[in-house]
């Protein structure tokens, strides 16, 4: 088993910047993609970033050019920098984590972190 643990959340006034941490609780397993998804209650859950290993990234529309994936391999841990943070990115963000273990693709996911931004 892999755990996710997010971190970074909190209150911020719109314009402001937020930066999300994800750590995996393996370091000798090795994620194949990192990504970040969000949810507002009643809402489903919306994708956000995605990165894979060698460091390709896809964002979704509503986020490119503000916010920013990356990760650190050796540390197994994903961050988000969130820059230009508007009211409608307020949510709670999860991690999720797709890894190769003993040959098996499995799908993890954080307990999430609470962003609210405040206009």
């Known amino acids: 088993q892999v755990q996710l643990v997010e971190s970074g959340g909190g209150l911020v006034q719109a314009g402001g910047s937020l930066k999300l941490s994800c750590a995996a609780s393996e370091r000798t397993v090795s994620f194949n993609t990192m990504a970040w998804y969000r949810q507002d209650p009643g809402k489903q859950r919306e994708f956000v970033a995605q990165?894979?290993?060698?460091?390709?990234?896809i964002y979704a529309d509503s986020v490119k050019g503000r916010f920013i994936i990356s990760t650190d391999n050796a540390k197994n841990t994903a961050y988000l920098q969130m820059d230009s943070l508007k009211s409608e990115d307020t949510g709670v963000y999860y991690c999720n984590g797709v890894f190769n273990l003993l040959s098996t693709i499995r799908n993890f996911w954080g307990q999430g972190t609470q962003v609210t931004v405040s206009s």
């Open positions: 990165i894979t290993r060698d460091g390709s990234t």
